[in-house]
């Protein structure tokens, strides 16, 4: 670092108000990297209500490969919800090891309702998802919902499929129940009247 970089850095500091967050300011610097520098004097966004509330993530997440991109979303967020959705995928491991992370992120922000946001946000973060061949396709049919209600009958299904995926190992009580109660749930489709076979109490390795 140089007294350039550094007067910079100051800049920053000020600017968003970060005099608070940064534990031992000794350490801090001493332990900043070349990436780290670079990110946070190349940062450039408004100081939004959700920068103010969420300004822990300008320095906690400076080594990340996103952090320009994440911290400007955050930034620019539609509600209070969604900047909240957000900040939850920008620092969770599983999505930035990903290839998905920026694209999710993006149909986060650009979601249509805070409950649509947070239906993307769970399936963002959830491992089996991102490793699986249609995590892209789950996204987006989330992201298309015409409304919440949609949305949830959206993301039911998929957390659905997840449990079918996990019944191929071994499951717990609890688990099953829940499997039992959403073939429930699918096979009267609205209609309470209708009697439950025997198979909606089979869960299927399939």
Known sequence: MNIKELEKIIKQIE??????EIKDVEKWFESLTNKEIDNFIKLNVKVTKSIIKYKHLLISLLDSDYYLHDIKLISNAKTDRIAYCLSYVTWNRASLESPHHEKDMELIANARTDYI?????????????????????KMQQIANAKDDIEAKE?????IIDKLKIRAKGKLTNEEKI????????????????KELPEE?????NN
């Open 154 to 158: 959206i993301y039911k299904i998929i």
């Open 178 to 193: 829940d499997i039992i109660y959403e073939n429930a749930i699918k096979y009267v489709d609205k209609d309470d009247s």
């Open 200 to 204: 909606v109490f089979k869960i299927k």
């Open 117 to 137: 946001a947070g239906c993307l946000s769970d399936v963002a973060r959830d491992r089996d998802s991102l490793n699986s061949s249609r995590h892209e396709k």
């Open 15 to 20: 600017k968003y108000q970060l005099w608070d």
